[in-house]
């Protein structure tokens, strides 16, 4: 089947616009989680889905960052209010709820804030 | 919490030949798994081999083998017979009861032909 996909895989905001970054997970993972990686980094947390409950924000950065997965299937990652230090790779993988399940990645979009 | 460290930043490797990556972690966890993700310059992020703590013998996959040491919380990665697609930013990856992932900073391996 079809893999993890995230769009769009680029995104120019002007700092303070508000960007939104969708996920759609491999059919039938129940779990989905969002990584932020940072240029010459490794992959930091950020939420984590157990269908459509958040069970993990821990690693949002600010209120500004908001991920929600209404259905249990496709999730968004909303910033509002853009700033430079949010440019990054965001990161979206997803996994069966096996303890534990892999998890397999998206290709990432790559979020630019000028 | 755990961390994850991986002391080489970079690392090279003649074609063919058989290159070991270093990966310490830090935890009080007993239950836990570990894992070596290859990321592309392409940016998707494949898996590679998965170790779970509770196993002594160590993971294999093809060309790839780990060196699980539970008592001294390392996990190398070791690449036989290199090839050019090898190529790519390999992460260390620690996954625990909380089952995210946390990752190390990654080493960048380059294979010369």
């Known amino acids: 089947g079809a893999g993890v996909s995230q769009s769009p895989r680029y995104k120019v905001a002007k700092r303070g616009q508000d960007v939104a970054l969708r996920c759609d997970p491999i059919s039938g993972h129940v779990s989905l989680f969002w990584y932020q990686q940072a240029l010459g980094q490794g992959p930091e947390f950020l939420t984590y889905f157990q269908n459509e409950a958040q069970l993990d924000k821990s690693g949002l950065p600010s209120d500004r960052f908001f991920a929600e997965r209404p259905e249990g299937s496709v999730s968004t990652l909303k910033i509002q209010r853009t700033q430079q230090e949010d440019s990054a790779v965001y990161l979206c993988?997803?996994?069966?709820?096996?303890?534990?399940?892999?998890?397999?990645f998206g290709p990432g979009t790559r979020l630019l804030v000028l | 919490a755990q961390t994850v460290t991986q002391s080489q930043p970079e690392m090279s490797v003649q074609e063919a030949e058989t290159v070991t990556l270093s990966c310490t972690y830090d935890t009080s966890e007993s239950d836990y798994y570990l894992f070596w993700y290859k990321q592309p310059p392409s940016r998707q992020m494949i898996l590679v081999i998965r170790q779970e703590a509770y196993k002594q013998q160590n993971a294999t996959e093809n060309r790839f083998s780990v060196n699980f040491q539970k008592a001294a919380k390392s996990f190398s990665l070791k690449i036989s017979d290199s090839q050019l697609g090898d190529a790519a930013m390999y992460f260390c990856?620690?996954?625990?009861?909380?089952?995210?992932?946390?990752f190390g900073k990654g080493t960048k391996l380059t294979v010369n032909p």
């Open positions: 990856a620690y996954q625990g009861g909380s089952e995210k992932l946390v």
């Open positions: 993988a997803s996994s069966l709820r096996l303890p534990p399940g892999t998890q397999y």
